[in-house]
């Protein structure tokens, strides 16, 4: 019961407005600013929160991507995980990353690191796959505790409540388990100069899907990305009359 | 001073008179800054002629929408042809009626240029550009472990902020925005684009010259339109406490304070709220805080240095018969603990339902603070006015929130007059008639007594120089 393995994703930051690429193929990520994924955030803090209760001994922080994803495993460092672990996925593999492989290679690192827990969050906000803990969970055969509001351990036991559409739904779950943090879950703190320079000091390890004996070819292909369209502006009438002849010459009426 | 909250009229600046020579340069605004930045329907002129203020609403002719400086810069060297007047605007959350276009004019709306750039971590400083706000530049920040902490409440443009001067609840520690910008970009009235301490320039000090950079800060849009400024940042805090205390009077709770400070304690925040105010926070909370002049206190550091700062706070207050000293470390205790000053305004406007609220602003030296708040609150009993008092009292600062029935023309006037007394008094005490807030409409008669004759027509040679034709932001400070 000792390690808590944490999965934090390299993202457009959410206050960013998103444009697509002429050629229709992507988003500009060229020179745009990153963050890590608001979600991972409040799992990161959570992973903290039980190691500073002293229910785990170690926090590990996972990233895929490029180089850049060391600045996003640097900044889950700053906030209170102990290692990082940075799986390099680059150029047209790293375009076509997606939950399926992610998962694959957090259940091969899970096993090997013999976590009790991963924590990730729900989903990223460029995707919003909502898939990656789940698909984690499958791939272990392990439970899982997704859209998490309150995360409590019960011995070798994870009290979870979940929000759900009717309301909240509290479940208890073996460890080891994988749980995906929602909004409420906690605040996540921030990153202060001290514990920035601390976390310079901190290991990354650096190794490949291949390494994890994942393969990471992917079954999707993206044809074409496209803004949602313009809105339309609105048309003002004078009357209630006028109004009403209108909804029923659109046939809304 | 004005309050101007009887009548809402929009005169003749509604429909189709047009001030002259407004409709010849429409054309040249829009090929300046595209079709869609340009804006004459009455909705986008009413939304940009009005703030938070109790100012009635003065809409400008036009509104204008420039992406970057050199478009300020075309924009207005048309404006100064035209001798049409240019009314600065970040997020219209000024508290003076400062961008009111009482002349008309034309409102550079500056939000779409909205760039955070240049973030210099081991400088500790950063520049932006004026779309960019408080909250938006400290969540940007959030993982390099440095924030901005001027916070004046509201999520106000930082250029604004510059340029009214602003303060808030941690200038205490941190200072208000005349320490805390190192440089500015400037578009004058006729265009002329400066940088007040050389372009590119962010020394944590200087000796260079005249300190343009500050003469621009608090000058409220009535010199140049700020499209960048250069920050200072501060590393996050490792650690909060907060803390609430009572005591049996307004004098113990200042002389805390006073000691506090004397005692080196590098406190965040240090805030008073009055009788008065901690009973419309019972009432509006339900919470149960003793009736009585009340600190709130919010102590940043090390977790060390946060024991220490706190017991010998926790002692002063002791001394000086302090009571119910509670702290709290962890954020959601620490929330409550200062619920009943984050929603003192809005208590203020609970007292009173269908009433306005109007705050109050002046600033004196420490050791008067006690003799100018009980001189104050008689006063308000003896007008019969509802004034609960909130105050930033590390600075001097106090503020208080007038509640008023708009329609009722004798409680304004007694709340004008009110306000008129209450600056003078803070004036008599060696202070100041705005600690934060600016001059803005109403206070231009009160600035003169303050600042004296001689003074006054320095400040007017300087506009003179500047803007000769009176252009920037008419009817404003002088």
């Known amino acids: 019961m000792s390690r808590v393995l944490v999965g934090v994703k390299r993202v457009i930051d959410y206050a960013v407005k998103v444009r697509v690429k002429p050629d229709h193929s992507g988003v500009v990520t060229d020179g745009v600013k990153h963050s890590m994924n608001p979600f991972c955030e409040i799992a990161v803090e959570e992973a903290v929160k039980l190691k500073e209760k002293k229910l785990f001994k170690e926090v590990v922080a996972v990233s895929c991507g490029p180089a850049q994803a060391t600045e996003t495993i640097r900044t889950a460092l700053a906030m209170g995980c102990d290692r990082g672990i940075h799986v390099e996925v680059t150029g047209k593999d790293y375009e076509s990353l997606g939950p399926l492989q992610v998962s694959k290679i957090f259940a091969a690192l899970a096993k090997k690191e013999e976590a009790s827990l991963v924590i990730l969050g729900k989903q990223a906000i460029d995707d919003d796959c909502n898939q990656t803990g789940q698909m984690t969970a499958a791939l272990l055969d392990w439970p899982q505790g997704t859209f998490a509001s309150e995360v409590e351990i019960e011995g070798d036991k994870v009290k979870v409540v979940r929000e759900i559409d009717g309301g909240l739904e509290t479940i208890k779950i073996n460890m080891p388990a994988v749980v995906t943090a929602d909004l409420r879950l906690n605040t996540p703190r921030y990153a202060t100069l001290p514990n920035i320079m601390k976390a310079k000091k901190k290991k990354i390890a650096n190794m490949k899907p291949a390494d994890l004996g994942v393969d990471i070819v992917s079954r999707l292909e993206v044809l074409r990305v496209d803004e949602p369209p313009t809105r339309l502006a609105g048309v003002k009438v004078e009357t209630v009359d006028d109004l009403v002849a209108k909804l029923k010459e659109s046939g809304t009426i | ?478």
């Open chain 2, 1 to 478: 001073m004005c309050l101007g909250i009887s009548s809402h009229q929009f005169s003749e600046h509604v429909g189709t008179h047009w001030r002259a020579g407004l409709e010849r340069v429409i054309p040249a605004f829009r090929s300046v800054c595209g079709e869609d930045g340009v804006s004459l329907s009455e909705a986008v002129r009413e939304q940009h002629g009005r703030d938070e203020s109790v100012h009635r609403c003065c809409p400008p002719d036009v509104v204008v929408w420039p992406r970057s400086v050199e478009e300020v810069s075309a924009l207005a060297k048309i404006c100064h042809h035209h001798c049409l007047p240019i009314i600065p605007f970040g997020t219209g959350t000024g508290l003076e009626g400062g961008v009111g276009a009482v002349e008309g004019g034309v409102c550079f709306s500056l939000r779409n240029m909205d760039r955070v750039l240049d973030v210099h971590q081991e400088d500790f400083d950063v520049t932006v550009e004026p779309g960019v706000t408080r909250k938006a530049l400290n969540s940007y920040l959030r993982d390099t472990g440095l924030w901005f902490p001027v916070d004046p409440g509201a999520d106000a443009s930082l250029c604004g902020m510059a340029a009214t001067s602003a303060s808030g609840t941690n200038a205490v520690r941190y200072g208000t925005m005349r320490e805390n910008v190192l440089n500015l970009e400037v578009v004058l009235a006729d265009g002329t684009i400066i940088h007040t301490a050389g372009r590119g320039r962010r020394t944590r000090k200087t000796s260079a010259g005249y300190n343009l950079t500050n003469l621009f800060v608090g000058s409220e849009g009535t010199l140049g339109l700020i499209t960048k400024t250069t920050l200072r940042l501060y590393g996050v805090p490792e650690a909060m406490v907060s803390a609430v205390c009572t005591f049996p009077s307004v004098q113990a709770a200042v002389d805390s304070t006073v000691q506090v400070l004397q005692a080196g304690v590098p406190i965040a925040r240090i805030e008073f709220l009055d009788d008065v105010m901690i009973d419309a926070c019972n009432r509006f909370n339900s919470l149960s805080y003793p009736v009585a002049p009340t600190l709130f206190l919010e102590f940043h550091g090390s977790e060390k240095s946060l024991e220490e700062q706190v017991t010998v706070t926790e002692e002063i207050t002791r001394d000086n018969s302090g009571s119910d000293f509670n702290w709290a470390r962890d954020a959601e205790t620490r929330g409550r603990l200062w619920k009943a000053r984050h929603d003192a305004w809005y208590a203020a406007l609970a007292l009173r339902p269908g009433c306005k609220a109007y705050s109050t602003d002046v600033c004196v030296p420490l050791s008067h603070l006690p003799q100018i708040i009980v001189e104050t609150k008689e006063d308000l009993v003896l007008n019969r006015l509802t004034g609960p008092i909130a105050g930033h009292v590390g600075d001097g600062n106090f503020h208080c929130i007038m509640v008023m029935d708009p329609n009722d023309q004798d409680e304004v006037t007694r709340v004008q007059e009110f306000t008129e007394r209450l600056a003078r008094r803070a004036l008599a005490l060696d202070g100041t008639c705005t600690g934060e807030h600016g001059v803005g409409l109403g206070k231009r008669a009160l600035l003169r007594e303050e600042m004296g004759p001689m003074a006054i027509e320095v400040m007017q040679g300087l506009k003179a120089t500047l803007d000769p034709k009176n252009l920037m932001n008419p009817g404003k400070v002088l």
